[in-house]
């Protein structure tokens, strides 16, 4: 069995699944959550807290392999800014902490899902419950998109290749 993150990133909350998996049809949810910084706390201190969150998130459940969602920039330029501080901690604490990390478009995480490119958070998040046979949709909602990641991973099999980074 491997064992694959899958992460949301933001600057308030990040989200996190953690997956086993070997092959598409046998695979497990680990555990699942998110990382959440203080709004009043100063901005440096918001990304040391993801960067110590995932950090430790990492030497808890050993993952073979990290997938993060990529950047998808809406009209907002300073949310997506620090989103983008947010992400890039998350991806140095990644690559130093697993070494195999793999980037995920919105689109890709979207077809891979639903078969749709245009599905939004809820069908995605349905689906999600539907893969995991769960009862009910993972909360919050950063945690069940970050499952999501984890999941498209798991559903490219012989092509995650293709989206590793390093």
Same mark, same amino acid.
């Given at each position: 069995?491997?064992?694959?993150?899958?992460?949301?990133?933001?600057?308030?909350?990040?989200?996190?699944?953690?997956?086993?998996? %070997?092959?598409?049809?046998?695979?497990?949810?680990?555990?699942?959550?998110?990382?959440?910084?203080?709004? %009043?706390?100063?901005?440096? +201190?918001?990304?040391?807290?993801?960067?110590?969150?995932?950090?430790?998130?990492?030497?808890?459940?050993?993952?073979?392999?990290?997938?993060?969602?990529?950047?998808?920039?809406?009209?907002?330029?300073? =949310?997506?800014?620090?989103?983008?501080?947010?992400?890039?901690?998350?991806?140095?604490?990644?690559?130093?902490?697993?070494? @195999?990390?793999?980037?995920?478009?919105?689109?890709?995480?979207?077809?891979?899902?639903?078969?749709?490119?245009?599905?939004?958070?809820?069908?995605?998040?349905?689906? +999600?419950?539907?893969?995991?046979?769960?009862?009910?949709?993972?909360?919050?909602?950063?945690?069940?998109?970050?499952?999501? +990641?984890?999941? =498209?991973?798991?559903?490219?099999?012989?092509?995650?290749?293709?989206?590793?980074? @390093?």
């Amino acid at each position: 069995m491997k064992r694959v993150i899958g992460f949301d990133p933001g600057l308030a909350i990040v989200g996190y699944g953690v997956m086993d998996y %070997d092959g598409v049809n046998n695979k497990k949810i680990v555990d699942y959550g998110v990382i959440t910084t203080p709004k %009043d706390e100063s901005f440096p +201190v918001r990304l040391a807290l993801i960067y110590e969150g995932v950090t430790k998130l990492i030497e808890t459940y050993k993952p073979d392999e990290i997938a993060v969602e990529e950047l998808f920039f809406n009209t907002n330029i300073t =949310t997506g800014i620090n989103v983008a501080h947010a992400r890039g901690v998350l991806l140095l604490a990644a690559i130093h902490g697993c070494g @195999r990390l793999y980037e995920y478009t919105p689109l890709q995480i979207k077809q891979a899902m639903t078969g749709y490119g245009r599905a939004d958070k809820k069908q995605i998040q349905q689906m +999600v419950k539907v893969y995991l046979g769960l009862s009910s949709v993972p909360k919050p909602d950063d945690a069940a998109d970050a499952i999501a +990641v984890a999941l =498209t991973h798991i559903q490219t099999g012989a092509f995650t290749d293709k989206f590793y980074i @390093r």
